[in-house]
């Protein structure tokens, strides 16, 4: 019954099979992250000991990053854990420069950042997935690059007034934006799909096609 319903067309999280083979490269492959994480780790420490900086941020987040890799390569090839990973990848980088000194901003004018650097990455790995760009990833790769531009044009103190006087007097326009937003997405969706953006994978409609 449980393979009848997955060949359905619900999708399975392990995408890659598990067998003895399978099970036995995953545990070297695991390994190996544990040691370069471990390695980078015990070299910054020694670099950086018996001074008051801190190696935890950098370090929690490539552990994070690892994860993502990790379950992309060994269960499920999927992009979006691939851009969380090369996200914080670039997030444990920024975090390092931050602690040493090199970059001289807080944590709360960073973070937009971050939804800047998902939206880049969200577009090379699908490309590196798939080998084209899908719509299905382009939008909201798009949209988070939009919004981290945005949230950090207020955090950097760019902008001449705060987020929360924007919000409250430009809120309609917001309205508009995202409508329209909408709108062209489903236009270009509808080329490909009978269904709403997101709710299926753009790829198998144009195998099926």
């Known amino acids: 019954m449980t393979d009848s319903k997955n060949s359905g067309g619900k999708r399975k999280f392990f ?25 980078i780790a015990l070299s910054l420490k020694k ?15 490539l552990a ?8 992309a390569i060994a269960f499920t090839k999927s992009s979006l854990c691939v851009s969380l990973g090369l996200t914080a990848v670039v997030s444990a980088v920024l975090a390092f420069l931050m602690d040493i000194g090199v970059i001289s901003l807080s944590i709360k004018q960073m973070w937009p950042f ?12 699908d490309f590196i997935r798939y080998g084209r760009l899908r719509t299905v990833f382009l939008f909201p790769a798009f949209m988070f690059i939009g919004l981290g531009a945005i949230f950090l044009l207020f955090s950097m103190g760019v902008a001449p007034f705060s987020f929360r006087r924007f919000i409250s007097q430009c809120w309609p ?10 709108i062209l997405i489903f236009i270009v969706q509808k080329r490909h799909n009978k269904d709403f953006p997101y709710m299926q994978d753009d790829s198998q409609g144009e195998a099926q096609i």
């Open 114 to 125: 971050s939804l800047l650097v998902f939206g880049i990455m969200l577009i090379p790995a």
């Open 15 to 39: 995408v890659i099979p598990q067998t003895k083979e399978t099970v036995r490269s995953n545990i070297i492959l695991a390994v190996g992250f544990v040691l370069l994480l471990a390695g």
């Open 64 to 71: 994070f990053g690892e994860i993502c890799f990790f379950i």
């Open 173 to 182: 326009l917001i309205l508009v934006f995202l409508g329209i937003g909408l």
């Open 47 to 61: 670099i950086f000991e018996g001074s008051n900086i801190s190696i935890i941020r950098p370090v929690v987040l």
